[in-house]
């Protein structure tokens, strides 16, 4: 059993492969990617069910250290890399006539640098290598999101099941509320926390040790590079791949919030003697599903993240006593974008976390 979860973590790559298919096959087959992700998935995930298998003690030292799960987000770097480049190139084809194609070759795209991509670039962000640390920062600039490297690690980590972090959604908060606060409040805030760095090291605001305008430029000009080849390739302005390269962006990191709503909804420490108490499994809602987290690199037992985030995805425990979600990450999102049916299914299990917590 061991070896074949091992060698299952290579699944992902079925997503930007669905993606080419799909757009060769052209029409209604672009498509196909959102139909593996939202129908086929949480199908699998609904037959095989959970997987509350750990890696043994004496065994996590070995298998957190063993490079071929490092290979594997390695590999996917340069192929997100390759794969937006070929995406870019394949809207400025033409192929695509009408915005039913148009929106699901984007979306489809968006899910597999969102879902997968950022997903890898959250597992090397917290890393000490500092390869490790520029792939992350590769990846988040494919998908015009890489204060999150800032913020997620200085920010949310140290907040995190708190008034005070932004990526934390409230009780009753819709995900739309969400959304406006996370990602403009967690922009503000990566700019904070970037000021301060340089402040404690007596550097500038505004100079090349400021990662966030690196940030802010990086992007644009991985786009403009990209615009420029086509342009001179096809000896017209592509101005269809600026318009795909942010929407795919937008549908990316949106798929992101979607997940940072999910993993913390309502979930708030205890505060004692004016200080939050210690980050610990039962501080995130975590989901064991087998086949999404062979998707998703295992980010769904996060309750363990949390509470140790320099883990390794190979080797993150299930605990029990962590609050549960009852589906993974693929179904949580669509019940998540429809606010009735999220508060329906959440608050009941947020009400039992409610009370286990306040017995402790």
């Not at 000896?235 to 709503?261: C, H």
Request: glycine fraction near 6%.
């Amino acid at each position: 059993m061991y070896l074949i979860k091992k060698f299952c973590f290579y699944l992902a790559f079925m997503l930007p492969a669905a993606v080419m298919v799909g757009f060769y096959a052209g029409g209604g087959w672009n498509w196909l990617t959102p139909l593996l992700v939202f129908i086929l998935i949480p199908m699998a995930d609904y037959w095989v069910g959970i997987d509350k298998q750990n890696v043994s003690k004496a065994e996590v030292k070995v298998v957190g250290e063993e490079f071929y799960y490092r290979f594997v987000t390695y590999v996917w770097t340069y192929l997100q890399l390759a794969f937006v480049s070929w995406a870019a190139y394949a809207v400025s084809m033409g192929v695509l006539t009408t915005s039913v194609q148009w929106v699901g070759f984007t979306l489809s795209v968006g899910l597999v640098t969102g879902g997968i991509g950022i997903t890898i670039a959250h597992e090397l962000g917290h890393k000490k290598s500092k390869l490790e640390q520029f792939y992350s920062k590769a990846l988040l600039m494919t998908v015009y999101y890489m204060h999150f490297f800032i913020e997620h690690n200085k920010g949310h980590h140290v907040q995190v099941a708190t008034p005070e972090d932004p990526a934390t959604a409230r009780k009753g908060e819709n995900f739309y509320s969400f959304w406006l606060r996370s990602v403009f409040v967690g922009y503000h805030h990566a700019w904070k926390l970037e000021a301060q760095r340089l402040k404690d090291r007596n550097l500038a605001l505004f100079s090349l040790s400021n990662q966030m305008i690196a940030f802010a430029l990086l992007p644009f000009l991985f786009c403009g590079l990209l615009t420029a080849i086509l342009s001179y390739m096809q000896a017209r302005i592509v101005w269809e791949v600026p318009v795909f390269f942010f929407a795919q962006s937008i549908i990316a990191f949106t798929l992101l919030e979607l997940v940072n709503y999910i993993e913390h909804y309502g979930i708030v420490r205890k505060k004692v003697k004016n200080e939050y108490e210690r980050v610990n499994p039962l501080h995130s809602w975590n989901a064991s599903h087998l086949i999404s987290n062979f998707f998703l690199f295992q980010l769904q037992r996060h309750s363990d993240h949390h509470a140790h985030a320099s883990k390794r995805y190979q080797v993150l425990e299930h605990y029990d006593e962590s609050p549960q979600l009852p589906f993974g990450y693929p179904t949580m999102i669509m019940i998540a974008i429809i606010p009735p049916a999220w508060f329906a299914v959440i608050h009941p299990r947020l009400s039992q976390w409610e009370k286990s917590s306040a017995s402790k």
